[in-house]
Nanobody, 121 residues
Framework: QVQLVESGGGLVHPGGSLRLSCAAS????????MGWFRQAPGKEREFVAA????????NYADSVKGRFAISRDNAKRTVSLQMNSLKPEDTAVYYC??????????????WGQGTQVTVSS
C-alpha cells in the first residue's frame, strides 16, 4: 500500500506560480509511474501530467503544456509539479497518483488526498 501526501497548494494571483509536492511512503517509489490529476468544482477529474519511473519521459495535458513541469526525486521519494503562468481555469483540487503505466487516463493504483489550488485576483 502506497501512501501519498500532497502539499504546496494555496491561493495565487493569475500569472503567478506554485510548486506542488507529493511525498510517498513506499520504498519502492521508483517502481511506480507518477501522475498529477485535478478536479474542478462540478467537473470530472482530468489528467494534468505524468512521469516515467526514471523521470526520462513526461506527458502533459495540452491545457498545461509549456506552463507546468513535472519532476521526481526517487531518492527522496517525491514528485513535484511546478506550475507557472497560472490561470483562473487552473483552479482545482490537485491529486498525486501512483501506477504501473504511463497513461493519461485515471487508471492509477494509489491516490493522495488532494491539495487545493485557487487562482484568483
Amino acid at each position: 500500500q502506497v501512501q501519498l501526501v500532497e502539499s504546496g497548494g494555496g491561493l495565487v494571483h493569475p500569472g503567478g506560480s506554485l510548486r506542488l509536492s507529493c511525498a510517498a511512503s513506499e520504498r519502492t517509489f521508483s517502481s511506480y509511474v507518477m501522475g498529477w490529476f485535478r478536479q474542478a468544482p462540478g467537473k470530472e477529474r482530468e489528467f494534468v501530467a505524468a512521469i516515467s519511473r526514471s523521470g526520462s519521459t513526461a506527458n502533459y495535458a495540452d491545457s498545461v503544456k509549456g506552463r507546468f513541469a513535472i519532476s521526481r526525486d526517487n531518492a527522496k521519494r517525491t514528485v513535484s509539479l511546478q506550475m507557472n503562468s497560472l490561470k483562473p481555469e487552473d483552479t482545482a483540487v490537485y491529486y498525486c497518483a501512483a501506477g504501473a503505466w504511463l497513461t493519461t487516463n485515471d487508471n492509477y493504483n494509489y491516490w493522495g488526498q488532494g491539495t487545493q489550488v485557487t487562482v484568483s485576483s
